[in-house]
């Protein structure tokens, strides 16, 4: 058994977020020694409870990912963009922008995806550069432009609300990250173009 | 619920269905689609288990016809709180985390085999899982699982290998409790872990507590 040698490359590397820091952890992982480190840690507008993968249009030949896009447990409901430099020996990360959102968002999911898996993030659906952004949580749920160059999140082009009173009732709705315990938890995209949306 | 989408707006437009939940109390938090949209599997938070949903067209709808435990049969259900589902790379195999709601309890990763050419579910009825590994700890808030992407001869496009079922698969597992990061490896059959690390930092708001990893993913 193999892990498809050839192409694939010795040192995997990761990001993590954590829930009581505003980190992002970059780590690797050595399939040789089969070790597993912390490569960096980076101030970040966290804590970011969920991260997605993407890929620019000028992402470097051979690199899948080239941009993170991550959710916030924080008092501040945001959504922020990260651009990864794969020119040195190490990823390096920059950050590019966040933005404000109406709800603590639980999970985000980009399209179309960095590349092509049968599980996530692409579900079987072709790989291009990253240009929506997807967030779902509690209350509501929405969709954000994405700069296929830049990989900055841009403008609001969607929101839904899925409380059962609609938009009337989101004034007083929570829109803190308690609501996520029994509102919508993840929005994901799938084939025969449908979305999908687990609410709890 | 599931809405009607649009590649190239990226909008959502109408809402096609709501489909509930088999019991009141699950709590479903989680639901990914099979890579040919054929099914769509769901993870129930309050209850710990898989669903499966064969999709109807014409009009849209998601039946329910499956449903497995997450859990070994001698735990209680409300000791645990459903997580995250995934497929593996190949498709082959689907897996499902539970978080153990104490420090005392310890979560599991759960695996089952899948038959795409089944008609009725690709989870036989009562299907004993091919894997199940008892987190180290309970996994706080995450034990999210996510895997690896495999890579071929042109990295640009991760298709040639994706149904080669003798690769083995790398797997990343965070854990909200204790702050560690593990890389587990998938090879068909047993789900092992290869290799951990701790955060390094501490809580903000209380040194006693460590920094809690919450979900990571695979940049290469």
């Known amino acids: 058994?193999?892990?498809?040698?050839?192409?694939?490359?010795?040192?995997?590397?990761?990001?993590?977020?954590?829930?009581?820091?505003?980190?992002?952890?970059?780590?690797?992982?050595?399939?040789?020694?089969?070790?597993?480190?912390?490569?960096?840690?980076?101030?970040?507008?966290?804590?970011?409870?969920?991260?997605?993968?993407?890929?620019?249009?000028?992402?470097?030949?051979?690199?899948?990912?080239?941009?993170?896009?991550?959710?916030?447990?924080?008092?501040?409901?945001?959504?922020?963009?990260?651009?990864?430099?794969?020119?040195?020996?190490?990823?390096?990360?920059?950050?590019?922008?966040?933005?404000?959102?109406?709800?603590?968002?639980?999970?985000?999911?980009?399209?179309?995806?960095?590349?092509?898996?049968?599980?996530?993030?692409?579900?079987?659906?072709?790989?291009?550069?990253?240009?929506?952004?997807?967030?779902?949580?509690?209350?509501?749920?929405?969709?954000?432009?994405?700069?296929?160059?830049?990989?900055?999140?841009?403008?609001?082009?969607?929101?839904?609300?899925?409380?059962?009173?609609?938009?009337?009732?989101?004034?007083?709705?929570?829109?803190?990250?308690?609501?996520?315990?029994?509102?919508?938890?993840?929005?994901?995209?799938?084939?025969?173009?449908?979305?999908?949306?687990a609410d709890l | 619920m599931t809405y009607q989408y649009d590649a190239e707006t990226g909008l959502l437009g109408r809402l096609l269905s709501e489909t509930t939940s088999p019991d009141a109390g699950d709590g479903p938090r989680h639901v990914v689609p099979s890579p040919d949209g054929?099914?769509?599997?769901?993870?129930?938070?309050?209850?710990?288990?898989?669903?499966?949903?064969?999709?109807?067209?014409a009009p849209q709808s998601l039946k329910h016809v499956q449903r497995l435990s997450l859990l070994p049969s001698h735990v209680p259900i409300s000791d645990y709180r459903g997580d995250t589902v995934r497929l593996s790379p190949s498709g082959n195999e689907i897996f499902a985390t539970t978080r153990g709601k104490s420090k005392a309890i310890k979560g599991f990763v759960t695996a089952w085999k899948l038959d795409w050419t089944a008609h009725l579910s690709p989870i036989a009825a009562n299907q004993e899982p091919l894997a199940r590994l008892e987190t180290p700890t309970s996994g706080g808030k995450a034990n999210a699982i996510e895997f690896a992407p495999r890579y071929t001869e042109q990295p640009d496009q991760v298709v040639a290998n994706v149904d080669d079922a003798s690769l083995k698969d790398l797997a990343v597992l965070t854990d909200d409790e204790q702050g560690y990061i593990y890389v587990l490896e998938w090879n068909g059959s047993d789900l092992v872990e290869v290799a951990r690390t701790k955060l390094p930092g501490k809580d903000e708001d209380d040194e006693s507590e460590p920094e809690k990893a919450s979900h990571a993913i695979w940049l290469s």
């Open chain 1, 1 to 197: 058994m193999h892990h498809g040698e050839g192409a694939c490359p010795r040192v995997r590397h990761l990001l993590t977020g954590t829930f009581n820091t505003r980190f992002l952890h970059l780590l690797s992982f050595d399939s040789l020694t089969r070790t597993l480190s912390v490569l960096a840690t980076l101030p970040a507008q966290g804590p970011h409870s969920f991260l997605a993968s993407g890929r620019s249009s000028s992402a470097p030949s051979g690199r899948l990912v080239d941009r993170v896009y991550a959710t916030t447990w924080a008092a501040e409901k945001t959504l922020s963009a990260w651009s990864i430099n794969w020119k040195g020996e190490n990823p390096e990360l920059q950050w590019v922008n966040t933005v404000p959102i109406t709800a603590t968002s639980s999970y985000v999911h980009v399209q179309p995806p960095p590349y092509f898996s049968k599980t996530s993030p692409s579900y079987g659906l072709p790989a291009g550069s990253a240009r929506y952004l997807y967030s779902a949580g509690g209350p509501t749920g929405e969709v954000h432009a994405i700069d296929a160059n830049t990989g900055a999140l841009q403008e609001k082009t969607q929101e839904i609300v899925f409380l059962p009173g609609g938009e009337k009732d989101l004034d007083a709705a929570d829109k803190t990250r308690k609501a996520l315990r029994y509102g919508a938890h993840n929005l994901d995209v799938g084939k025969g173009s449908l979305a999908y949306v």
């Open chain 2, 38 to 57: 054929h099914w769509v599997f769901a993870i129930t938070e309050h209850t710990s288990y898989l669903d499966v949903y064969r999709q109807e067209v």
